[in-house]
């Protein structure tokens, strides 16, 4: 029994070895049980693109970590506009989220530039082709269309 349980954590420890490092975080000596520890960020870290990050749950590889290592392969609105919008709004959220703890990281405060920017043409472009998109869209020219049809759900095509 205690050598299938050497055999176990030998394996377990050869996973771990074998994955880049920022997939690895590391707790303190001693650290106490149910005491949770979220490793700390190194600066710059990679990325995935904001679409693969909406199907990933994060635009961090180092912090992808699925549950029951289930992965979400499919996102209907994959290649749409409001794909894009998704991806985007999500891949803010985290690059703000890590910007609290990075604030002088100069690469990832110009990719949150570019997104911010990506996701204010993408909206604007939305809100024109297919209506609101947020309240803030729902009055144009003196006029409020939140509740004008069609929905976005009941477009029979594709939103491109």
């Given at each position: 029994?205690?050598?299938?349980?050497?055999?176990?954590?030998?394996h377990h420890h050869a996973e771990i070895d074998a994955l880049p490092?920022?997939?690895?975080?590391?707790?303190?000596h001693r650290a106490p049980l149910a005491v949770p520890f979220v490793?700390?960020?190194?600066?710059?870290?990679?990325?995935?693109?904001?679409?693969?990050?909406?199907?990933?749950?994060?635009?961090?590889?180092?912090?992808?970590?699925?549950?029951?290592?289930?992965?979400?392969?499919?996102?209907?609105?994959?290649?749409?506009?409001?794909?894009?919008?998704?991806?985007?709004?999500?891949?803010?959220?985290?690059?703000?989220?890590?910007?609290d703890t990075h604030p002088h990281d100069r690469d990832v405060v110009?990719?949150?530039?570019?997104?911010?920017?990506?996701?204010?043409?993408?909206?604007?472009?939305?809100?024109?082709?297919?209506?609101?998109?947020?309240?803030?869209?729902?009055?144009?020219?003196?006029?409020?269309?939140?509740?004008?049809?069609?929905?976005?759900?009941?477009?029979?095509?594709?939103?491109?």
């Amino acid at each position: 029994m205690h050598e299938h349980i050497q055999h176990t954590q030998n394996h377990h420890h050869a996973e771990i070895d074998a994955l880049p490092d920022y997939k690895v975080g590391s707790l303190p000596h001693r650290a106490p049980l149910a005491v949770p520890f979220v490793p700390i960020q190194g600066e710059n870290p990679p990325q995935y693109s904001p679409a693969e990050g909406l199907n990933r749950g994060t635009i961090f590889p180092g912090l992808d970590l699925p549950f029951h290592n289930q992965v979400n392969e499919s996102n209907p609105n994959a290649g749409t506009l409001l794909g894009e919008i998704q991806g985007l709004g999500l891949a803010l959220t985290d690059l703000h989220l890590y910007l609290d703890t990075h604030p002088h990281d100069r690469d990832v405060v110009r990719i949150f530039e570019e997104y911010s920017y990506q996701l204010a043409a993408h909206k604007k472009r939305y809100a024109a082709e297919y209506g609101p998109l947020t309240l803030a869209d729902a009055v144009q020219d003196g006029t409020y269309s939140w509740l004008q049809d069609p929905w976005p759900w009941e477009y029979q095509e594709r939103m491109v």
